[in-house]
C-alpha cells in the first residue's frame, strides 16, 4: 500500500547553526585629564578584536583645576560635547556596546560626580570612575597584547603611562603585573602648577625637580628591588616627545627600524631647548602638539629621572594603553557570552542555553534531541497541525528536558518543570515558560492529566498542543537512547490510518529503535494513526 506523501524526504539532523557567527561592535572611551580617546573594535565571537577606528579630542578637562581640585564650567562642558560626538559616530559604525572611563582629572575633582551625572543624564552614557590601581591594570593589560613583555622569570619590563594628572609606574612581566604605583606627576598638573612664566623660570624648573624627585624616587627604588630590561612609554605625552625626537633626525633610510622610541641623548638635547624657547617657539618645532606645549616639559622631566634610575638608554613607545585595555577586559570578562551569542544569536535561545548550562545539561544529547523533535515537528506538521511558534517552544523543552537530573535522578522530569518554571527565562511569557515546562515534564513517565499541577496551570487552548508535543519529545529522546547521536537523517510519511518514520543511521541503531516504538501507543492515542519505525538499509 502506498504511503500519500511522497515528497517527504529524509532531512539531516543539524548540530550547528548554519548562520554566520554575529560580531560585536565596542566602544571604548578613556576621558583623561588632557584628552578624551575613542577606540571602535569588532569583536569576533573567540574574543580576537579588529580595531575600526580612533578618536581623540585634547578637551583638557583638567585644566585650570588641579589647585582646587574642581572642574571648570567650561572644561565640562567641552567634555560633554566631546561625548556626544563620540558617541554619535560609534552609534554610526553600530556600535551597541560602551565602556567609558574616567581618570585622574574626575577622580580627583570634588565636583566630578556632578560631570559624571550630566554625561549620564544628557548622553544616556554610564562614566566609571577608576581608581588609580585599576588604571593601571588596564594599561598593563592594553601593553602586554601589543608588546612581547619579558617572560616570567627573567629581567622585567617597566611601562610608563603619562598622563594629564597622574604618572602610572608599572612593574611587570608577560604574566603578571607585580607593582603598579600612581603618582600625581602628570604633565598638565605640573605644567599648571609649576610653570608660570615664559620662557620657564630657573627658579620653577628647580621647584619642579624638588617635587619631582620627591615623589618619584621612592617609587623608582621599589621598583628597583628586581631587575628591570626596558622601559616601555605610553600616552599622548610619550608619543608626541618620540615623534619631536623622530623629527630632529634625518630621514630614515630604507631597512632602518622606524619604531617611535625616546633615546635618552635626544630626550636631554630637547628638554634643554624647550626650556630656553618662548611658548611661542616651542609651537614652531615640528611635532609638537599645541595643547601639549606646556606639559612636555615636565614629561621630559619624568622620563629622564627613570632612565638615569635605571641607567635606559633608550625608552620605547607603545601605542596600545588604558583604552585598549579597557578593550581586552572586556573581552576577557564577557568571553562566554561572545561565545553563547555566536552559537545561539536568538536572545530566547540564549536564555534557555544559559539556563542549561547553569544545570550542566548534556549539551550533545540535549542538542541532537531538539534537533530531532524540530525535525518530526515539520515533516508531521500536516498531521499535529499546530502554530509554527509552537516548535520553538519544543526546541526549547527539548534542550531543557534532562535538567532536573541536578536534583535527582529519580523523578528528574519533574525536577525539570521545576527549574524552567523558576529558571528566570528572558524573554518569553509566563504562558510560554509553561508550556515549555510542562512539555518537558512530560518527556518520560505519566501522560498529562488534568489532574497534575502543572497540566492545571495551562490555559485550556494549550492543553492539547503540549499532549502532541510531549509526544514529538519523547520521540526525540528516544532516538538519541545512547546519546551518541546515532541518528543522522529522518523520513516521515503519512497514510491515512498510520504514519511511518524511517531512520538513518551509520552505526547500529537498534537500541534508539525499540525505544521509539514503546511509544506507539501514546503516538497514536494523541494523533489517531499507527506508528511505524523503521531502519533505512542503507548501501
Not at 561625548?83 to 565602556?99: G, M
Amino acid at each position: 500500500m502506498a504511503l500519500d506523501d511522497p515528497t517527504a524526504i529524509a532531512t539531516e539532523i543539524p548540530t550547528v547553526a548554519d548562520s554566520m557567527p554575529p560580531v560585536t561592535r565596542f566602544a571604548a572611551i578613556d576621558i583623561g585629564t588632557n584628552s578624551i580617546h575613542l577606540v571602535i573594535a569588532e569583536i569576533s565571537p573567540q574574543g580576537d578584536f579588529r580595531v575600526l577606528g580612533r578618536e581623540k579630542d585634547m578637551v583638557q578637562i583638567g585644566k585650570g583645576g588641579f589647585s582646587e581640585h574642581r572642574l571648570t564650567d567650561e572644561a565640562m562642558d567641552a567634555g560633554i560635547l566631546a561625548l556626544r560626538r563620540f558617541k554619535k559616530l560609534a552609534e554610526s559604525q553600530d556600535v551597541k556596546k560602551f565602556r567609558v572611563v574616567a581618570t585622574s582629572a574626575v577622580r580627583e575633582a570634588h565636583n566630578g560626580g556632578e560631570f559624571v551625572t550630566r554625561v549620564r543624564e544628557e548622553l544616556g552614557l554610564r562614566v566609571t570612575v577608576i581608581p588609580a590601581d585599576e588604571e593601571g591594570r588596564l594599561i598593563y593589560l592594553g601593553v602586554r597584547h601589543a608588546m612581547q613583555l619579558a617572560p616570567a622569570g627573567d629581567a622585567d619590563d617597566l611601562i610608563v603611562d603619562i598622563g594629564g594628572g597622574s604618572v602610572e609606574c608599572i612593574a611587570c612581566n608577560a604574566q603578571q603585573a607585580w607593582f603598579i604605583q600612581s603618582v600625581k606627576l602628570g604633565g598638565a598638573r605640573m605644567a599648571e602648577l609649576f610653570l608660570h612664566a615664559d620662557p620657564p623660570d630657573a627658579n620653577d624648573i628647580k621647584a619642579m625637580r624638588r617635587h619631582l624627585r620627591k615623589v618619584l624616587d621612592p617609587v623608582l627604588e621599589r621598583i628597583g628591588e628586581r631587575p628591570i630590561r626596558r622601559c616601555i612609554v605610553t600616552s599622548g605625552a610619550a608619543r608626541s616627545i618620540a615623534t619631536i625626537c623622530a623629527k630632529q633626525r634625518p630621514p630614515l633610510v630604507e631597512g632602518v627600524d622606524n619604531e617611535l622610541r625616546i633615546p635618552r641623548v635626544e630626550a636631554q638635547e630637547l628638554k634643554d631647548r624647550l626650556l630656553r624657547m618662548t611658548r611661542a617657539e616651542r609651537l614652531a618645532l615640528p611635532g609638537m602638539d599645541e595643547k601639549r606645549v606646556d606639559s612636555n616639559i615636565p614629561a621630559l622631566f619624568v622620563f629622564l629621572r627613570v632612565m638615569q634610575r635605571f641607567k635606559f638608554d633608550t625608552l620605547v613607545h607603545c601605542d596600545f594603553a588604558l583604552r585598549e585595555g579597557v578593550m581586552i577586559d572586556y573581552i576577557a570578562k564577557h568571553r562566554q557570552k561572545l561565545a553563547a551569542r555566536a552559537t545561539w544569536p536568538n536572545p530566547r535561545t540564549r536564555s534557555v542555553v544559559s539556563l542549561a548550562e547553569r544545570c550542566n545539561y548534556r549539551r550533545q544529547h540535549s542538542q541532537q534531541v531538539a534537533a530531532l523533535a524540530r525535525v518530526l515537528f515539520d515533516q508531521l506538521a500536516g498531521l499535529h497541525e499546530l502554530d509554527y511558534s509552537y516548535k520553538e517552544l519544543l526546541s526549547h523543552a527539548a534542550l531543557l528536558h534532562d535538567i532536573g537530573h541536578l536534583i535527582s535522578h529519580e523523578g528528574h522530569h519533574k525536577h525539570s518543570y521545576y527549574l524552567i518554571r523558576n529558571g528566570s527565562l528572558k524573554g518569553f511569557g509566563e504562558q510560554e515558560v509553561e508550556i515549555i515546562a510542562n512539555v518537558a515534564r512530560y518527556h518520560r513517565k505519566e501522560r498529562p492529566k488534568k489532574s497534575h499541577y502543572s497540566f492545571k496551570n495551562l490555559k485550556p487552548v494549550h492543553r492539547r498542543p503540549v499532549r502532541k508535543l510531549a509526544v514529538l519529545l519523547r520521540l526525540a529522546d528516544a532516538l538519541d537512547r545512547n546519546s551518541f547521536s546515532v541518528v543522522h537523517s529522518l523520513r516521515c510519511r503519512q497514510e491515512r490510518d498510520r504514519v511511518e518514520i524511517e531512520i538513518y543511521a551509520q552505526q547500529d541503531a537498534e537500541i534508539e529503535m525499540w525505544c521509539a516504538k514503546r511509544h506507539a501507543d501514546l503516538f497514536e492515542r494523541e494523533f489517531d494513526r499507527a506508528l511505524d519505525i523503521v531502519l533505512h538499509e542503507e548501501a
